[in-house]
């Protein structure tokens, strides 16, 4: 009995990151609310996150309110102003479309990991976003399109948005307003058929490292790994996209799509378990994963959408620092590791992904 319950909690922990399909929702998109850190406010001129990024992403003009029209961002993005702190979020989670030899793009499957693939990040309504990809494919998506991974600050400054509130639509939690209640798929695609999803929460990551006797399945939520967590065994470079503009430039650069870079295996996870967490099944389970703009009060004064539940979003982090950082939450958790747009997973190494890791770009 114990050993049955240990290994249903280790493949329960796989779960925690799941993508599927839902009923193909309207487009629509309603006016926004807004974002918050612990105290449901952000203190204006507070520096970027402690990954020390200097971006303040100003190479939209950090002029003031009277030149935002000058200013406008790309159709498919919103313009942030706090102060002179200006720059563009796209307006839905990202998505990817890859790219031939000659060019010509066709809509990459969003169940799929991008390893090996020349993709580019761009942001529409009524699809579903692109999961199963690492914050280092994000970055370079992001930068195949001429934009960037947005920062832990820009991130939530655009979820708190100018209301400057814990969720997007409010300071109180209410459930289904954004995709926060999804079917899980790991249950539907591995045969459970109830589990809660802790989410790599410190306490669960203690409760489930693995001890002298190993459950023959350890499968968890997002996959954590004992003493190293999910550290890489390499430093990541900076990338070419990471150096900051020239004050006041606008020129954007869109170079070719770059081939993502393959994924490293974080250090203590099984094979298997690393195979199934990024299983294209998990992001296919009807009632799991939502279409973009599908749930249109998931949004706030600025007018960008679901920051809140869906995907969990990767934001730019030091290069050096041997874990990444995805926020927001997915569409199983949107409270444990901090609630709203406080939310923020810190487990992971830069190369690491599974089915309900997801982006969004800036610029």
Known sequence: MIARRSAAVALFGLLVVACASTSRPSPTVAAPSAWATETSSLPEGEPDDEEGEEDGDADAGATGPATAAKDACPPDMVLVATGDNRFCIDRYEGSLVEVDGDGHETAYPHYRPVDGHKVRAVSQPDVFPQGFISEVQAEDACGASGKRLCTATEWKTACIGPERTTFPYGNNRE???????????????????????????????????????????A?????????????????????????????????????????????????????????????????????????????????????????????????????????????????????????????????????????????????
């Open 175 to 217: 459930a289904g307003v954004c995709h926060d209640t999804g079917r899980s798929a790991v249950a539907a695609v591995f045969g459970f058929q109830r589990l809660n999803d802790p989410v790599a929460s410190e306490a669960v990551r203690r409760a489930n490292a693995p001890r002298a006797a190993k459950p023959t399945v």
């Open 219 to 363: 499968l968890r939520q997002h996959h954590v790994t004992a003493k190293r967590a999910a550290e890489t065994s390499r430093t990541r470079p900076a990338r070419a996209t990471e150096k900051k503009p020239k004050a006041g430039s606008k020129k954007e650069t869109r170079g070719p799509a770059p081939k993502a870079r393959a994924s490293v295996k974080p250090v203590g996870i099984q094979d298997s378990v690393w195979s199934q967490l990024n299983d294209p099944r998990l992001g296919q389970v009807d009632g799991a994963l939502a279409r973009t703009g599908s749930h249109p009060q998931c949004t706030n004064g600025y007018g960008v959408v679901d920051m809140v539940g869906n995907l969990h979003e990767w934001v730019k982090t030091d290069p050096e620092a041997p874990r990444g950082v995805f926020a927001g939450g997915y569409y199983l958790d949107t409270k444990l590791n901090g609630d709203g747009c406080n939310y923020r997973t810190t487990a992971h190494a830069h190369d690491y992904h599974d089915y309900s890791t997801g982006f969004r770009c800036c610029k």
